[in-house]
Nanobody, 112 residues
Framework: VQLQASGGGLVQAGGSLRLSCAASTSVFVYTAWYREAPGKQRELVAAINSDRSTNYADSVKGRFTISRDIVKRTVYLEMNSLKPEDTAVYYC?????????WGQGTQVTVSS
């Protein structure tokens, strides 16, 4: 299974970015976005289950939206009202019966 994350970049505080995670397998399973900031542990940002239910970290609720396109095998993370504390490497994650998989990460930097 391969996960290709893209869409990161440098943005000013208050701006928006959309991350994409293209998968080589069906995304009709549990998929999620995690992030890892320098000196911090990797943390869950948002997840979407096979039944389309979602959950978010408290710090991003109301600002980030996770979604997926089953046909394109892609999971998205729409990020609005970005803050400097959102700066991190963002990783997509997929979990299914055969195992758990990670993408290579995409850097998001939010300047103040």
């Amino acid at each position: 299974v391969q996960l290709q994350a893209s869409g990161g970049g440098l943005v000013q505080a208050g701006g928006s970015l959309r991350l994409s995670c293209a998968a080589s397998t069906s995304v009709f399973v549990y998929t999620a976005w995690y992030r890892e900031a320098p000196g911090k542990q990797r943390e869950l940002v948002a997840a979407i289950n096979s039944d389309r239910s979602t959950n978010y970290a408290d710090s991003v609720k109301g600002r980030f939206t996770i979604s997926r396109d089953i046909v394109k095998r892609t999971v998205y993370l729409e990020m609005n009202s970005l803050k400097p504390e959102d700066t991190a490497v963002y990783y997509c994650h997929l979990r299914r019966a055969t195992g758990a998989y990670w993408g290579q990460g995409t850097q998001v930097t939010v300047s103040s």
